[in-house]
Structure formats: C-alpha cells, structure tokens
C-alpha cells in the first residue's frame, strides 16, 4: 500500500481566498505530480516535480504554483481562488520509472 | 495524434463475460505499462504492471503487451460488477530514463451488467 496524504479531503471556500493543497510521501519517492481531473473527465496534468528545488508545468494550463523543498512534500497553492478551479486535485509519486502512486484526492469547491 | 489512446466506452459486459479494453501508444521505445482502475469519486489504483511481450496473468486480470504493434491490453475474466470503473492505461513515455513521464491515456469506462 502506497504511503501517500493529502489534506484536506474536502474544501469548500469562497473566492479570492488563497488556497494549499498539501500532498506528503514517505516513501522516499523522487518524482511527483499533481493532477486535475473533473467528474467523469480524463487526468489532466498540471504541474511535476523530478526531486527537490525541481518543478514544471503540465500539460495543462494551471494558474496554480507548486514547490518542492523537501523530497516528501508537494504542496500547490492557488492565490486567489474563482469558481472555474473548482475540481478533484490528485496528488501522486513513483520512485524513478516504477509504477506511479496516487493519494485519495483532494475535492475543491470555490463559491 | 494522442501519445496514449484508449477508446472511451462505455464498454457494456455481462456478469461473468470477459472484459478487453485496448490501448495503443505512439512512441515505438516505451518499455513500462500500466493499467489503472478508477471508480467513481475514486482516484486511480494501479491494478497491473508490464514490461515484456506476451501475457501477464494476476488472478482473473491478464495484461497483454506487443510491442511491434504498439498495443496494450487488459482482459478481465468472469467480469464481476464490482469491476465496473473506469480503466487507464498508463505508457512510460521518452528516451531519456531520468526524464521519462508516464502518460496516461483517457480511460476506458467499464460497466458489468448483472
């Protein structure tokens, strides 16, 4: 079972509030990845990270920033939230080119 | 042309049938494959892994891989309606081993009718 978290679950904000989604691994995994996926809809890549100090955009236009200090941490941050980024944010790691891992998600709604 | 291609469904079984879901990839050096399922809300599990030509069995879930034809497949035997979900597959994509991403393809939505 693959050892990854993200918090919170669930989030309901209103808009032009300034938003992390923290994602955490204790696997000692060098790459991770954030993805926004709406119901029903494909996986959307919207920012990676290859190990620390090392990030880049997605296939996906995201306005949301992302950081890597620390090989187990990946929090992504909006700074001012509207309705159209209300989605399902996953968050997943992989050691090198081993299968890739995913937390439980964490489902946004901005009002 | 998508560098991973899954046909979308939905694919109807019956209870008890055998599910095949395909997928094609573009980049002819891949050597990783990977079948995700998805439900509903849910975010993707890994259910299967491949590397080599051939099949793959685990349980009544079998992966085949052909690498001359770009193409990868997942068959699930005596099909449970448990297993309805959405299935990806998932293509490590690039020479370069340190620069590899996996790419996923759009899935495939799987119902099993009781």
């Known amino acids: 079972e693959a050892d990854i978290y993200q918090t919170p679950r669930y989030l309901v904000i209103g808009t032009g509030k300034k938003i992390t989604l923290e994602c955490s691994q204790t696997?000692?995994?060098?790459?991770m990845y954030w993805y926004q996926q709406d119901p029903g809809m494909e996986l959307h890549l919207i920012h990676y990270s290859y190990g620390v100090n090392s990030t880049e955009k997605g296939d996906l236009s995201s306005e949301s920033t992302v950081s890597r200090i620390r090989t187990e941490h990946f929090p992504l941050t909006l700074e001012s939230a509207r309705p159209s980024h209300t989605s399902q944010y996953l968050c997943?790691?992989?050691?090198?080119?081993?299968?890739?891992?995913f937390g439980d998600g964490t489902r946004l709604s901005i009002l | 042309q998508k560098e991973v291609e899954q046909n979308s469904g939905p694919l109807s079984v019956p209870e008890g049938a055998i599910a095949s879901l395909n997928c094609t990839y573009s980049d002819r050096v891949s050597q990783s494959f990977f079948w995700y399922r998805q439900y509903s809300g849910k975010s993707p599990e890994l259910i299967m892994s491949?590397?080599?030509?051939g099949d793959k069995e685990d349980g009544r879930f079998t992966a085949q891989l052909n690498k001359a034809s770009q193409y990868v497949s997942l068959l699930i035997r005596d099909s449970q309606p448990s297993d309805s979900a959405t299935y990806l597959c998932a293509v490590n994509i690039g020479r370069s081993q340190g620069a590899q991403k996996l790419v996923f393809g759009q899935g495939t939505r799987l119902t099993i009718n009781p």
């Open positions: 491949i590397y080599s030509n």
């Open positions: 696997m000692g995994h060098d790459k």
């Open positions: 997943a790691s992989r050691l090198g080119n081993q299968p890739q891992h």
